[in-house]
């Protein structure tokens, strides 16, 4: 054993880490070939891979499985292989819960509405389910697709009726613009709350089943999604996870949590006959947290699906954006968050000053750095006590899409 084998110098100690990550992340990318890793943390379809990002120091592993990171687009075209798609990272992660519950689900450039003038749009969505996973899966597995069809049925329509004439940028054009994007969106939401409400935990639809009722009626799920386009960001949010825009090093909120002590929110539900009872919490009728949600039959119609949807302007200055459940937001407010976030992805920006200043960051770089903020951001949470689970997808802003 030679002498440095045996100092464990704080220094040696982080030396050797580095290269057994280092170690770790050549192999299971050489091992990976044309399939997809088991566990994957990072997605990048323009270099067609996923790799997993390497948190050993944490002690953290993701949760998803690649089915939930898996690209979908819509139709082929001569163009889609130039068409530049968000880096982004993610972490899912039970934390002291013992039940993982929440979901994660990414598809870049998922289709081309006419709408977006057939450029791509980018799908991202974080569900917290509650009563169990049922409906937090099925968000995972069908959202993306019903809002694909929406927005697809929405353009086909805004097809045919602008076959006169050219449209202008005027005030009145963007408003009609917006509100077809927000019609596609409560449509979908509209739609996959009849599947969870339709659907038995064991699969079964219209509970043709043995199944007892109460399994399905229990569960529900939250969701915030966000729809990323070259010029705007498009949330829809139905209950406490989160979409938050870093702008500038400061947050900019793009969805506000519905809680059942927000004063608009606890008059709709007195209005629709329920009741707020504090147990633990604000809770309606004593049992859930959250006010809106997908799924939840036995609280139907005081829990509403319906979501809020915001439509925002991307701007050069914007950076990142961070999607969660409430396990990151209930120890982190929304400023702390974006401060870390933005301070681990300028840390971690390349300062090699032999590429220029024009030169373009690695896509390795960035993609190690945006998976380091969503597992910083989580580690965080941990350590500030959370006891949910926590997920989180951290996307870049900082180019057109």
């Not at 976030?341 to 090699?352: N, Q």
Request: negative net charge.
């Amino acid at each position: 054993m030679t002498n440095e084998d045996k100092d464990d110098s704080p220094m040696k100690c982080r030396e050797r880490r580095r290269r057994r990550i280092e170690m770790r992340r050549l192999a299971a990318i050489c091992s990976a070939g044309p399939t997809f890793p088991a566990t994957p943390n990072i997605y990048t379809t323009g270099m067609k891979r996923i790799r997993t990002a390497e948190n050993a120091d944490l002690g953290l592993s993701p949760t998803s499985s690649s089915e939930d990171l898996e690209a979908s687009s819509g139709s082929p075209s001569a163009t889609e292989e130039t068409d530049a798609v968000p880096v982004f990272g993610t972490m899912s992660f039970p934390g002291r819960s013992r039940v993982m519950e929440d979901a994660i689900c990414v598809r870049t450039s998922l289709c081309r509405p006419e709408m977006n003038r057939r450029r791509p749009v980018h799908f991202f969505g974080v569900y917290d389910g509650h009563g169990g996973t049922r409906v937090a899966s099925l968000c995972r597995e069908r959202m993306h697709v019903l809002m694909e069809e929406e927005l697809m049925r929405v353009g086909s329509k805004r097809e045919s009726e602008c076959a006169v004439g050219n449209s202008n940028n005027s005030k009145e054009d963007q408003q009609e613009e917006e509100e077809r994007w927000r019609t596609a969106m409560r449509r979908c939401y509209e739609r996959m709350d009849e599947v969870a409400l339709n659907t038995c935990a064991c699969g079964s639809v219209g509970y043709q089943c043995t199944c007892h009722s109460m399994e399905a009626a229990l569960a529900g799920s939250t969701a915030v999604v966000a729809v990323l386009t070259a010029d705007h960001i498009v949330v829809a949010n139905c209950g406490d996870s989160r979409a938050v825009l870093c702008r500038r090093g400061r947050a900019v909120p793009l969805s506000s949590d519905h809680k059942p002590s927000r004063p608009d929110e606890l008059a709709r539900i007195e209005a629709s006959g329920g009741r707020v009872i504090f147990v633990n919490g604000a809770r309606v009728e004593g049992i859930l947290a959250t006010s809106r949600a997908l799924g939840d039959m036995y609280l139907k119609p005081i829990v509403t699906a319906e979501p809020e949807i915001s439509f925002t302007k991307r701007d050069p200055e914007d950076e990142c954006l961070i999607l969660a459940s409430d396990g990151l937001w209930d120890v982190l407010s929304n400023d702390l968050a974006c401060e870390v976030a933005s301070e681990c992805l300028r840390e971690g920006s390349p300062r090699d000053a032999s590429r220029g200043l024009s030169a373009m960051p690695q896509k390795d770089d960035e993609e190690a750095l945006y998976a380091s903020a969503a597992a910083l951001l989580t580690r965080l949470a941990l350590g500030r006590k959370s006891a949910d689970n926590i997920s989180v997808i951290v996307v870049d802003l900082k180019r057109t899409y």
